[in-house]
């Protein structure tokens, strides 16, 4: 179907469904029948249930109702089926007066003279006395009948009984006029044919209210206001209120003042003569108490519409009719839009809306009109249509679709023979998902022949749970006939593999789309090795973060070892030196935390020997047997004739025992760790996996647990610095990390293998190496012995640092010149040049750092001796760096012995400078200048080389 017909179906069932939804909100609304009625009554009544939350009671208002009850009736012993004594209204009447009340209303006809005269009289002289007495009349109908056959009905008015009319300030009609329902619902103050005022007129009438002095005004259309549910207005018992029992009733004198006293009967079970109507009330209720209201209620509450100007308006005729028209194009036209289940949605949000619409001009403005044909008629008739509609046009559009896929089907298989050539997985399903074509790659790639996948859902056989990327990728290719992106698929075998997916919209004779043709290609192995590579680069940026920080550490940490050894020799006490004992622990605990971040960061070699990994690995397991829980065991299997490596001892066992501790913490409640080693030989196919790896001998060093494994979504981030799962406390998020930086360092690679719930497997391949000779060193260490004068210069540009190795070698009998930076130290050598044999210097100083001043101090004196001293683990890269491999460095933070025992060896026997040497002036072709350190602006400092020979300008620089 073309997209203009469709359309122009769309208008016609619009135009159909508004029509269908106006006519039956107009039906419901101007004819009368019942369900019509029962429609408009019900919208009346609804607003004030669904309005009860803002509706508030009038208790202190200025009505208070005086019932004539059951507790009246028993307490003054009055019959419950003849008249009340008129003596005892007359009691009532004047306590109200001595109270000072603003009216008095009787909702009780007093048409005839009474029994007793006297009782009559005293209620006349009541009434006059007050002076503010309304009473009630009635029109009672009478019937005829004429030619026996038609009744003729006329009513009759029935006035007060005349003493009581002449003493009253006046009377008015009683009758309330309800639906059949028995529901008051509009005031009655009057017809056009006469002038006889309601109760509640003739009430407000007294009272002087305004829009009483227009006799217009006692026709307008008004609607009953309810307060609330029965009994909501303020009330007393009749009997209550006489002076004989008001004592016992609690009632103050002045009760009543300034209030407008509503009196009438509160219906009772049996015969009471006394006005016993009652009405139904507009609120639902479950309870039969509350269902209806007593008529003196109903009339005290129009009195208060009228009092307070709050009666309600019905929306005009009009306005009604145009509110019809409205809903019905709006949702007429609207929900033919939808399907059936947003225009359900849509629907049920109209209604709401109506709701909401009624309920704030009810509220607000005092307005109400039948919102119950728009939001239960007019609505679910236009949701009705549509749904019928739409369901019409659903079963025409599959049967289409069908037809379409056939012929698409066809087509497609008359193409699949030159798809199968392609070594990509291609693959063709329906807008349905299911599998219309599967070729040989596809089967090469999944695993699944195409008998086994045809038909079948391709959402369901090659996802796993719910893809977002794949909704994604459907809407895109719906919409702009291609996509291209990755995607994680599953294979036969329950593999995950990752796919570089191509899709195409395949279209049918008339341009409508029937397929997807998908192209897939196996990128699995090739983002591995990707991810390995990211994986590479992104510990090499941390590693150069951590290291930069870790130099400012051992350059704190450095004069602080360096000053225990000293305050040792100063401070002999016990105390003392066990405080001095703490702080070295401490700083020393220190210093190995931060030579781990640099071995995790920049990946130092340290010294590595020839070694077997034997006796490291039954070593491991001796300590973990000893401090590990019994609930944990160890097993180790060693190979035959297990090779060598090239390494560090202590790393490598820091290695294991980071991987035990880990394995120790996966398993809680107890399990089994394994250690294995064997040799392995690598081929060219083997080292694909790792782009580390080279071909050749290695041995193969595994840490296996039966823990709770490591979940998938975490297990690229383990290896990161900081990274741990660990509560806090329990762990620093550095094992792993340095485990991978000593493996790389060992030229090593690493594997692991988890499966939550099953445990962990970390395998690490080392290079062999084959043994050639057993050096053995047989050196021992010499006594260090105090200096005799010697002079060393001391260059840093830490003055902490600086102090502390002047102070520390003046005690062991040097003398000590000192230098911020490399050209200051130009400078005091060439001033010194007869005794200055040996220079202490930092690698990384401001201005000229030290493998820059080393060679121009060597042209300086060729036999000048060097300690290079750094916070980095880098002396291989510094002596390649510098070319010079007779340096001698010491990383900080360092100890007074090992300061001490490294000058001695570098000076053993110090080399005395040669006769020419001592002959020669100092330089004469070379001046040197140092600026004072400036400010900022002023420049840094600088070297000046002047009258230089051309080969010597040469080796300075």
Same mark, same amino acid.
């Given at each position: 179907?073309?997209?203009?017909?469709?359309?122009?179906?769309?208008?016609?069932?619009?135009?159909?469904?508004?029509?269908?939804?106006?006519?039956?909100?107009?039906?419901?609304?101007?004819?009368?029948?019942?369900?019509?009625?029962?429609? &408009?009554?019900?919208?009346?009544?609804?607003?004030?249930?669904?309005?009860?939350?803002?509706?508030?009671?009038?208790?202190?208002?200025?009505?208070?109702?005086?019932?004539?009850?059951?507790? +009246?009736?028993?307490?003054?012993?009055?019959?419950?089926?003849?008249?009340?004594?008129?003596?005892?209204?007359?009691?009532?009447?004047?306590?109200?007066?001595?109270?000072?009340?603003?009216?008095?209303?009787?909702?009780?006809?007093?048409?005839?003279?009474?029994?007793?005269?006297?009782?009559?009289?005293?209620?006349?002289?009541?009434?006059?006395?007050?002076?503010?007495?309304?009473?009630?009349?009635?029109?009672?109908?009478?019937?005829?009948m004429v030619a026996g056959q038609e009744v003729v009905t006329w009513w009759t008015l029935n006035q007060p009984y005349e003493p009581f009319k002449n003493a009253a300030a006046g009377w008015g009609l009683a009758e309330l006029e309800p639906n059949q329902d028995f529901v008051a619902r509009e005031h009655f103050h009057g017809r056009p044919d006469n002038h006889d005022p309601s109760l509640g007129w003739a009430t407000a009438t007294l009272l002087g209210l305004d829009f009483t002095k227009d006799p217009a005004?006692?026709?307008?259309?008004? !609607?009953?206001?309810?307060?609330?549910?029965?009994?909501?207005?303020?009330?007393?018992?009749?009997?209550?209120?006489?002076?004989?029992?008001?004592?016992?009733?609690?009632?103050?004198?002045?009760?009543?003042?300034?209030?407008?006293?509503?009196?009438?009967?509160?219906?009772?079970?049996?015969?009471?003569?006394?006005?016993?109507?009652?009405?139904?009330?507009?609120?639902?209720?479950?309870?039969?108490?509350?269902?209806?209201?007593?008529?003196?209620?109903?009339?005290?509450?129009?009195?208060?519409?009228?009092?307070?100007?709050?009666?309600?308006?019905?929306?005009?005729?009009?306005?009604?009719?145009?509110?019809?028209?409205?809903?019905?194009?709006?949702?007429?036209?609207?929900?033919?839009?939808?399907?059936?289940?947003?225009?359900?949605?849509?629907?049920?949000?109209?209604?709401?809306?109506?709701?909401?619409?009624?309920?704030?001009?009810?509220?607000?403005?005092?307005? !109400?009109?039948?919102?119950?044909? &728009?939001?239960?008629?007019?609505?679910?008739?236009?949701?009705?249509?549509?749904?019928?509609?739409?369901?019409?046009?659903?079963?025409?559009?599959?049967?289409?679709?069908?037809?379409?896929?056939?012929?698409?089907?066809?087509?497609?298989?008359?193409?699949?023979?030159?798809?199968?050539?392609?070594?990509?997985?291609?693959?063709?399903?329906?807008?349905?998902?299911?599998?219309?074509?599967?070729?040989?790659?596809?089967?090469?790639?999944?695993? !699944?022949?195409?008998?086994?996948?045809?038909?079948?859902?391709?959402?369901?056989?090659?996802?796993?749970?719910?893809?977002?990327?794949?909704?994604?990728?459907?809407?895109? &290719?719906?919409?702009?006939?291609? !996509?291209?992106?990755?995607?994680?698929?599953?294979?036969?075998?329950?593999?995950?593999?990752?796919?570089?997916?191509?899709?195409?919209?395949?279209?049918?004779?008339?341009?409508?789309?029937?397929?997807?043709?998908?192209?897939?290609?196996?990128?699995?192995?090739?983002?591995?090795?990707?991810?390995?590579?990211?994986?590479?680069?992104?510990?090499?940026?941390?590693?150069?973060?951590?290291?930069?920080?870790? *130099?400012?550490?051992?350059?704190?940490?450095?004069?602080?070892?360096?000053?225990?050894?000293?305050?040792?020799?100063? *401070?002999?006490?016990?105390?003392?030196?066990?405080?001095?004992?703490?702080?070295?622990?401490?700083?020393?605990?220190?210093?190995?935390?931060?030579?781990?971040?640099?071995?995790?960061?920049?990946?130092?070699?340290?010294?590595?020997?020839?070694?077997?990994?034997?006796?490291?690995?039954?070593?491991? &397991?001796?300590?973990?047997?000893?401090?590990?829980?019994?609930?944990?065991?160890?097993?180790? *299997?060693?190979?035959?004739?297990?090779?060598?490596?090239?390494?560090?001892? @202590?790393?490598?066992?820091?290695?294991?025992?980071?991987?035990?501790?880990?394995?120790?913490?996966?398993?809680?409640?107890?399990?089994?760790?394994?250690?294995?080693?064997?040799?392995?030989?690598?081929?060219?196919?083997?080292?694909?996996?790792?782009?580390?790896?080279?071909?050749?001998?290695?041995?193969?060093?595994?840490?296996?647990?039966?823990?709770?494994?490591?979940?998938?979504?975490?297990?690229?981030?383990?290896?990161?610095?900081?990274? @741990?799962?660990?509560?806090?406390?329990?762990?620093?998020?550095?094992?792993?990390?340095?485990?991978?930086?000593?493996?790389?360092?060992?030229?090593?690679?690493?594997?692991?293998? +988890?499966?939550?719930?099953?445990?962990?497997?970390?395998?690490?391949?080392?290079?062999?190496?084959?043994?050639?000779?057993?050096?053995?060193?047989? +050196?021992?260490?010499?006594?260090?012995?105090?200096?005799?004068?010697?002079?060393?210069?001391?260059?840093?540009?830490?003055?902490?640092?600086?102090?502390?190795?002047? +102070?520390?070698?003046?005690?062991?009998?040097?003398?000590?010149?000192?230098?911020?930076?490399?050209?200051?130290?130009?400078?005091?050598?060439?001033?010194?040049?007869?005794?200055?044999?040996?220079?202490?210097?930092?690698?990384?100083?401001?201005?000229?750092?030290?493998? @820059?001043?080393?060679?121009?101090?060597?042209?300086?004196?060729?036999?000048?001796?060097?300690?290079?001293?750094?916070?980095?683990?880098?002396?291989?890269?510094?002596?390649?760096?510098?070319?010079?491999?007779?340096?001698?460095?010491?990383?900080?933070?360092?100890?007074?012995?090992?300061?001490?025992?490294?000058?001695?060896?570098?000076?053993?026997?110090?080399?005395?400078?040669?006769?020419?040497?001592?002959?020669?002036?100092?330089?004469?072709?070379?001046?040197?200048?140092?600026?004072?350190?400036?400010?900022?602006?002023?420049?840094?400092?600088?070297?000046?080389?002047?009258?230089?020979?051309?080969?010597?300008?040469?080796?300075?620089?």
């Amino acid at each position: 179907m073309s997209s203009k017909l469709k359309f122009n179906f769309n208008k016609l069932a619009g135009a159909l469904g508004a029509t269908l939804a106006l006519g039956i909100g107009l039906f419901l609304l101007h004819f009368n029948f019942r369900l019509c009625t029962e429609f &408009v009554r019900s919208s009346y009544d609804w607003s004030f249930d669904l309005s009860f939350f803002k509706k508030a009671g009038v208790q202190n208002s200025d009505v208070i109702l005086v019932y004539m009850d059951e507790k +009246s009736h028993k307490d003054l012993k009055q019959p419950f089926n003849l008249p009340w004594d008129r003596a005892l209204h007359a009691e009532l009447i004047d306590r109200l007066t001595a109270d000072g009340a603003k009216a008095v209303v009787f909702d009780i006809l007093f048409t005839d003279a009474g029994p007793d005269p006297r009782a009559d009289e005293a209620l006349a002289r009541a009434i006059k006395a007050n002076g503010r007495v309304i009473l009630a009349a009635e029109n009672r109908p009478a019937r005829q009948m004429v030619a026996g056959q038609e009744v003729v009905t006329w009513w009759t008015l029935n006035q007060p009984y005349e003493p009581f009319k002449n003493a009253a300030a006046g009377w008015g009609l009683a009758e309330l006029e309800p639906n059949q329902d028995f529901v008051a619902r509009e005031h009655f103050h009057g017809r056009p044919d006469n002038h006889d005022p309601s109760l509640g007129w003739a009430t407000a009438t007294l009272l002087g209210l305004d829009f009483t002095k227009d006799p217009a005004q006692r026709l307008k259309e008004r !609607w009953i206001n309810y307060y609330g549910r029965r009994e909501k207005i303020s009330q007393v018992s009749y009997s209550d209120v006489l002076p004989r029992t008001a004592e016992a009733s609690g009632l103050r004198p002045g009760f009543f003042r300034d209030k407008v006293v509503f009196v009438g009967a509160r219906p009772i079970a049996g015969s009471f003569i006394e006005r016993r109507d009652e009405l139904r009330s507009p609120y639902f209720t479950w309870d039969d108490t509350f269902r209806f209201v007593p008529a003196v209620e109903v009339q005290a509450t129009i009195f208060l519409n009228l009092l307070r100007g709050d009666w309600l308006r019905r929306l005009p005729p009009a306005g009604e009719s145009a509110l019809l028209l409205v809903t019905a194009l709006v949702f007429g036209f609207g929900l033919c839009r939808f399907r059936p289940l947003a225009a359900t949605v849509a629907a049920l949000l109209g209604m709401v809306a109506v709701i909401f619409l009624a309920m704030f001009l009810f509220l607000q403005r005092g307005l !109400w009109f039948p919102w119950m044909i &728009v939001a239960w008629a007019q609505i679910p008739a236009a949701l009705i249509w549509a749904v019928l509609y739409k369901s019409i046009d659903w079963f025409g559009q599959k049967r289409r679709l069908e037809q379409e896929r056939r012929r698409a089907e066809l087509q497609i298989r008359e193409q699949a023979a030159l798809l199968d050539k392609a070594r990509d997985a291609i693959a063709v399903r329906d807008l349905n998902g299911h599998l219309l074509f599967w070729n040989k790659g596809a089967e090469r790639v999944y695993g !699944w022949t195409a008998a086994e996948v045809l038909g079948k859902n391709a959402n369901e056989l090659l996802y796993h749970g719910d893809v977002p990327q794949l909704k994604e990728a459907q809407q895109r &290719v719906l919409q702009d006939g291609e !996509w291209h992106g990755e995607l994680r698929q599953i294979s036969k075998d329950k593999k995950a593999i990752l796919v570089e997916s191509r899709w195409s919209l395949v279209r049918d004779d008339q341009g409508q789309p029937n397929a997807i043709l998908a192209i897939n290609t196996d990128v699995t192995e090739k983002k591995k090795l990707e991810s390995q590579f990211l994986r590479a680069q992104r510990m090499e940026s941390i590693g150069t973060l951590a290291g930069g920080i870790a *130099h400012d550490l051992n350059n704190v940490l450095t004069p602080i070892v360096m000053a225990v050894d000293l305050l040792r020799m100063r *401070h002999q006490d016990e105390k003392t030196l066990k405080l001095l004992t703490t702080v070295e622990t401490s700083a020393k605990r220190g210093a190995g935390m931060v030579k781990q971040v640099l071995t995790f960061a920049r990946g130092h070699e340290g010294e590595q020997t020839v070694m077997e990994l034997g006796p490291l690995i039954k070593e491991m &397991v001796k300590i973990a047997s000893e401090t590990f829980p019994k609930s944990i065991r160890l097993r180790a *299997h060693l190979g035959t004739g297990l090779s060598a490596v090239s390494g560090d001892a @202590t790393q490598l066992h820091q290695v294991l025992l980071n991987l035990c501790v880990n394995a120790r913490d996966a398993m809680p409640d107890g399990g089994e760790i394994h250690i294995h080693a064997e040799n392995e030989v690598l081929t060219g196919a083997d080292t694909r996996k790792h782009i580390e790896a080279k071909p050749g001998n290695y041995v193969v060093l595994s840490v296996s647990d039966t823990g709770s494994g490591i979940p998938p979504e975490i297990m690229d981030r383990i290896f990161e610095p900081f990274f @741990t799962t660990k509560e806090v406390g329990k762990g620093t998020g550095l094992g792993l990390a340095t485990v991978l930086s000593i493996v790389k360092s060992h030229r090593g690679f690493l594997d692991l293998k +988890s499966e939550v719930g099953k445990g962990t497997t970390f395998t690490i391949h080392l290079p062999a190496v084959e043994v050639t000779a057993a050096a053995e060193d047989h +050196s021992a260490s010499e006594p260090v012995v105090d200096a005799h004068g010697e002079l060393v210069l001391v260059v840093d540009d830490e003055p902490a640092i600086r102090e502390m190795l002047e +102070s520390t070698l003046t005690n062991h009998g040097y003398r000590v010149i000192t230098a911020t930076q490399g050209a200051e130290a130009i400078a005091l050598c060439s001033q010194n040049l007869a005794e200055l044999n040996l220079v202490i210097l930092d690698m990384m100083m401001p201005v000229m750092d030290g493998p @820059t001043a080393i060679p121009i101090l060597k042209q300086l004196k060729p036999s000048l001796r060097f300690i290079g001293i750094s916070g980095l683990l880098q002396s291989d890269k510094l002596k390649k760096q510098i070319a010079l491999k007779e340096i001698t460095f010491l990383t900080k933070p360092f100890t007074t012995e090992k300061l001490l025992e490294t000058l001695q060896a570098v000076s053993v026997a110090p080399p005395s400078a040669t006769p020419a040497e001592q002959a020669r002036p100092p330089a004469p072709n070379l001046e040197i200048f140092v600026d004072k350190p400036q400010p900022p602006a002023a420049g840094i400092p600088r070297v000046q080389l002047a009258q230089v020979p051309d080969d010597e300008a040469a080796a300075v620089r």
